[in-house]
């Protein structure tokens, strides 16, 4: 995890680290082993999480890791990829979890570039292109799943290769009362990126609390 100190990056953790290892990454590595720590300690020191979840730089993180996953705020998120491009290598999955959210006085909006490319379109051009880019989690709201309460969510995913989806797929499945979602490729990372600003406007003008997203079909 990228910027895995943060609110999505614990929450992800703690439930990868209970059936993989997991590298929790930070710009400072003193900062990675103090939240680790917070989280053994609120987590009642479970034996997996104790075991699997190791403190790390972003950079380890990238050289490490067979998937990735970006959790920083949007406005850092282009900034950081560009800082780690190098150490990306061959066949990598990047997941990014970012979305461009702006508030304004009005309420909540999604932030794409000026030629209204997605955050995720953005990392997959600057990403050597055998690194193969996804993009997930941004409806999930992080501390309904840090706290590991009940929770019943589709995960959208967009990416470009069925195998990339298979992998992420896999991934969002080992989160209790998640389901993952094909939504096509990378052109539709911007339909999920902005799902957020929708479900923050509708939980501000309609008192909902951490509202996610959850398709019913008939
Ligand atoms: N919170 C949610 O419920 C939620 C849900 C879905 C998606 N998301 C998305 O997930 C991303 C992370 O959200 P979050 O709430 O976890 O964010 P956050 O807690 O504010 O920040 C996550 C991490 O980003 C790193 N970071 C902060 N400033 C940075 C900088 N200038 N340069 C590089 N890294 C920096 C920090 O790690 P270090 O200081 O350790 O480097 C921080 O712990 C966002 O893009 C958000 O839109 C969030």
Redesign the pocket.
């Known amino acids: 995890l ?10 992800l953790a703690v439930h990868f680290a209970k059936v993989s290892s997991v590298l929790l ?4 590595l003193e ?2 082993r103090s ?1 680790v720590e917070k989280i053994l300690d609120d987590k009642s020191n479970d034996e997996r999480l104790r075991s699997n979840l190791v403190p790390s730089d ?1 950079f380890r993180v990238v050289a490490e890791c067979n998937i990735v996953i ?8 282009i ?2 990829i560009k ?1 780690l491009s190098e150490s990306f290598r061959i066949d990598q999955i990047l997941v ?6 702006e508030k304004t006085e009005n309420g909540f909006v999604s932030k794409f570039d000026s030629k209204g490319r997605s ?1 995720t379109q953005q990392i997959s051009e600057i990403l050597p292109r055998m690194v193969r880019v996804a993009t997930a ?9 840090y706290e590991e309460r009940p929770i019943s969510a589709d995960v959208l995913v967009s990416c470009n290769e069925l195998t990339t989806y298979q992998s992420v797929a896999t991934l969002v499945a080992m989160l209790p009362g998640l389901r993952p979602l094909y939504l096509g490729s990378l052109d539709y990372a911007g339909e999920i990126e902005r799902i ?1 600003a929708l479900l923050m406007n509708v939980a501000k003008r309609n008192r909902l609390k ?1 509202p996610t997203l959850k398709f019913s079909s008939f």
Request: aromatic share 2%.
């Open positions: 990228i910027g895995g100190t943060g609110e999505l990056g614990t929450a990454g930070s710009r400072d900062k990675s939240v972003n970006l959790t920083v705020p949007a406005e850092v998120a900034r950081t800082q990014s979890s970012v979305a461009p959210v955050v989690f941004q409806t999930i709201p992080a501390h309904i799943l957020t951490s």
